[in-house]
Nanobody, 129 residues
Framework: QVRLLESGGGSVQAGGSLRLSCAFS????????FAWFRQAPGKEREGVAA????????IYPDSAKGRFTMSRDNARDMLYLQISGLKPEDSATYYC??????????????????????WGPGTKVTVST
C-alpha cells in the first residue's frame, strides 16, 4: 500500500522560504508521477509541481516557475518542495500525491487531481505580512 506523509508546514513571514517534505512508503511500482498540490480555503486544489521518475524531471505551471522547486531523494524515499519568496497567497494546505506510471506525468494531465490515487493528509502553510 502506497503511503505519503507531508511535513514542514508552519507559519512564515512573507519573503521567506520553506521546504516541505513528503515521506513515501509501501511503493510496489517501478515508476511514479509524484506531485505537490495546494488548496486554500474556498478554492480548488491546484497542482504546483510534478516529478516524473522515469525522466527524472520536474514539471511546473507557469505560476510556480522560479519560486517552487520539487526534488526527490530516492535513497531516503523522500520528496521535497522548496518554496522561496513566499507570499500571503501561498497560504494553503499542501498535499503530496502519487500515481503509478508516468504516462500522464506531462501536460495537460499532471495538474489534474483525478490523475492521482494516492494522497497524503497535507501540511498547512501560513504566510503572514
Amino acid at each position: 500500500q502506497v503511503r505519503l506523509l507531508e511535513s514542514g508546514g508552519g507559519s512564515v513571514q512573507a519573503g521567506g522560504s520553506l521546504r516541505l517534505s513528503c515521506a513515501f512508503s509501501g511503493h510496489p511500482y517501478p515508476s511514479y508521477c509524484f506531485a505537490w498540490f495546494r488548496q486554500a480555503p474556498g478554492k480548488e486544489r491546484e497542482g504546483v509541481a510534478a516529478f516524473d521518475t522515469r525522466e527524472n524531471d520536474s514539471i511546473y505551471p507557469d505560476s510556480a516557475k522560479g519560486r517552487f522547486t520539487m526534488s526527490r531523494d530516492n535513497a531516503r524515499d523522500m520528496l521535497y518542495l522548496q518554496i522561496s519568496g513566499l507570499k500571503p497567497e501561498d497560504s494553503a494546505t499542501y498535499y503530496c500525491a502519487a500515481e503509478p506510471g508516468t504516462t500522464y506525468c506531462r501536460e495537460p494531465y499532471w495538474p489534474r487531481r483525478s490523475e492521482y490515487n494516492y494522497w497524503g493528509p497535507g501540511t498547512k502553510v501560513t504566510v503572514s505580512t
